[in-house]
Nanobody, 113 residues
């Protein structure tokens, strides 16, 4: 059974940084493309970033230059480094297994002064 567990969210001031993690289990993690999506209160899901099995990455325009996605296949873990955070980055962040859309329970990011 696929299991994804996000962590690392929290309350941070504008301009601050956070590193989100997603621990994956139940499938050969290194073989699959993964993504991060987020959902602000009252809004739909927004794709943030993705990484394929070869390490190729892509970013939404809204986070490009402020965000780095990475993966540690030895640890079956996906990461998202968020820098220069803005209030509009607030929301629940989920990691997603791309082929099935399976996601974890999410981790809350709140950017506020």
């Amino acid at each position: 059974e696929v299991h994804l567990v996000e962590s690392g969210g929290g309350l941070v001031q504008p301009g601050g940084s956070l590193r989100l993690s997603c621990a994956a289990s139940g499938f050969p993690f290194s073989s699959y493309a993964m993504s991060w999506v987020r959902q602000a209160p009252g809004k739909g899901f927004e794709w943030v970033s993705g990484i394929n099995s070869r390490g190729g990455t892509a970013y939404a325009d809204s986070v490009k230059g402020r965000c780095t996605i990475s993966r540690d296949n030895a640890k079956n873990t996906l990461y998202l480094q968020l820098n220069s955070l803005k209030t509009e980055d607030s929301g629940m962040y989920y990691c997603v297994k791309d082929d099935t859309g399976t996601r974890g329970q999410g981790t809350q990011v709140t950017v506020s002064s």
